[in-house]
């Protein structure tokens, strides 16, 4: 009777271990899930790494399909910071494809990325556009031969967009018209018509028929889209601007956005070298992951020795242990009773903070204001400032006496940070993009408290 039950508790660790081995690989869908969600939350560094690991994963598995769909996702994440790169990589996943084909839409889309990618490259080094217009118009021809109409769209699109960057204008105006002229499904073609006028109209403006410019930026409907709204109003004021002959205005209005674009792609280079030095400390961390793995297996041996030791003497003495375990389960029902009641206490106190804001007239008006413009009084500051003194303990109140430096604009970005507000809300409180907001989150946590882990956000900043 011992020896079986040993055997069965042997046989059991053994499969526990496999089972669990098991679960914790990851797999490259997985590795892709998890890099756009680190993404969507601003972890860039988490992000590529993690469709680094997809590609790895994908090639040892075989799996082709995720193998070029991690590719086009790391070019994507890439493309602003290293459009050099991104090609690299948008080429590699059309080898990837054309060696293992499979449904013909992802060709076309593959093929559009590279020639996008390509004329970044060919723009920024004042190159000839000879390999985006090749990819680009692969792209076309297969979409025309396999009537996908949306992808014909999205392909003309593209050429527009090389020809205006060539600057030959009236081609990109008639491959913009021909894609205008596409009877898609569902009005927009899932937001290819407002890319395809916004190119025919840029297109008009570098003509300067600025009728027919004005007319289809008017047919622009941006919707959420606080960027896409930005181009048409800033578009439509040149034209105004343009036809009073107010040249100057909109030179100094174009060399004001020329100067933060500059800035931009200062902090785009900047990033690719952080991004380097991350190359260099992911080799490090595969090999101590090689390690780990074999100090893994051996503890794993170990623990099975130790169990099978402790498994006789247990049941040597099992009375003993009965009367130990009895004790060390009420002990485990009083610390878990303490937990819960701690957990209530917890949750009482969050509730009441919730209640109290909740309530504040404020709180009411940035609740109920949607996707609109929201107005704060400096009144109307003040009273949430104070009702989060209040119920935190005067955390804001510390923090402007431990960071006297900070400006009044970060003071408010950290108040709208803590209440939770998403950052398309705050981009409505400040007329600016979400991803504006984004970049004033990353500023003012490593500039104001010097915090350079890109995988820590602002909320826990402020949390700790």
Same mark, same amino acid.
């Given at each position: ?116 990618? &390509?004329? *970044? +490259? ?11 217009? /090749? $990819?680009?118009?692969? #792209? ?105 002959? &107010?040249? *100057? +205005? ?11 674009? /500059? $800035?931009?792609?200062? #902090? ?197």
């Amino acid at each position: 009777m011992l020896t079986r039950t040993l055997y069965i508790f042997i046989i059991g660790v053994l499969l526990t271990a496999c089972g669990q081995q098991q679960t914790d690989t990851p797999t490259a869908a997985r590795c892709i899930e998890e890099a756009e969600a680190a993404l969507a939350d601003d972890s860039i560094r988490q992000g590529e790494t993690l469709l680094r690991k997809a590609i790895q994963l994908s090639e040892a598995t075989e799996d082709w399909h995720t193998n070029y769909i991690a590719h086009q996702r790391l070019a994507e994440a890439l493309s602003q910071s290293n459009p050099e790169e991104a090609l690299r990589l948008m080429k590699q996943a059309l080898t990837v494809y054309e060696q293992h084909p499979d449904d013909e839409r992802n060709h076309v889309m593959l093929l559009d990325y590279a020639g996008t990618y &390509a004329a *970044q +490259v060919a723009f920024t080094k004042e190159g000839p556009y000879d390999e985006a217009l /090749d $990819f680009t118009l692969r #792209a076309y021809d297969i979409a025309r031969k396999g009537q996908m109409t949306d992808l014909v769209c999205q392909t003309l699109t593209s050429l527009a967009n090389i020809s205006w960057a060539k600057e030959d204008y009236r081609q990109a105006v008639d491959y913009a018209r021909q894609a205008e002229s596409l009877p898609l499904q569902g009005g927009d073609g899932g937001g290819l018509r407002p890319g395809t006028l916004q190119v025919l109209a840029r297109s008009y403006l570098s003509l300067n028929m600025l009728d027919s410019a004005e007319t289809v930026y008017r047919q622009i409907e941006p919707g959420d889209d606080v960027h896409m709204a930005y181009i048409v109003q800033s578009n439509l004021a040149k034209i105004a601007l343009r036809r009073i002959g &107010a040249t *100057q +205005v909109e030179d100094s209005v174009a060399e004001a956005f020329a100067q933060v674009e /500059d $800035f931009y792609y200062k #902090a785009l280079e900047q990033k690719d070298e952080y991004y380097q030095e991350t190359l260099r400390q992911e080799m490090e961390n595969q090999q101590l992951e090689y390690r780990s793995q074999t100090y893994r297996r051996t503890l794993l041996m170990t623990i099975v020795a130790s169990l099978i030791v402790i498994l006789a003497i247990a049941l040597l003495i099992r009375n003993r242990m009965h009367i130990q375990e009895q004790e060390k389960r009420q002990l485990q029902q009083e610390a878990e009773h303490q937990k819960t009641l701690l957990h209530q206490s917890n949750e009482v106190v969050a509730f009441l903070q919730s209640f109290i804001l909740e309530r504040t007239e404020v709180i009411k008006k940035l609740n109920q204001s949607g996707d609109s413009l929201i107005t704060l009084s400096l009144h109307e500051w003040s009273e949430i400032e104070r009702t989060l003194n209040a119920i935190d303990n005067n955390r804001f109140a510390h923090l402007r006496e431990q960071y006297p430096d900070m400006t009044e604009d970060d003071i408010r970005l950290c108040i709208l940070t803590r209440l939770g507000l998403s950052n398309r809300t705050i981009g409505n409180i400040y007329c600016i993009t979400v991803s504006a907001v984004q970049h004033r989150k990353l500023k003012l946590k490593k500039d104001v408290f010097g915090e350079t882990n890109p995988d820590v956000t602002l909320e826990q900043v402020l949390k700790s």
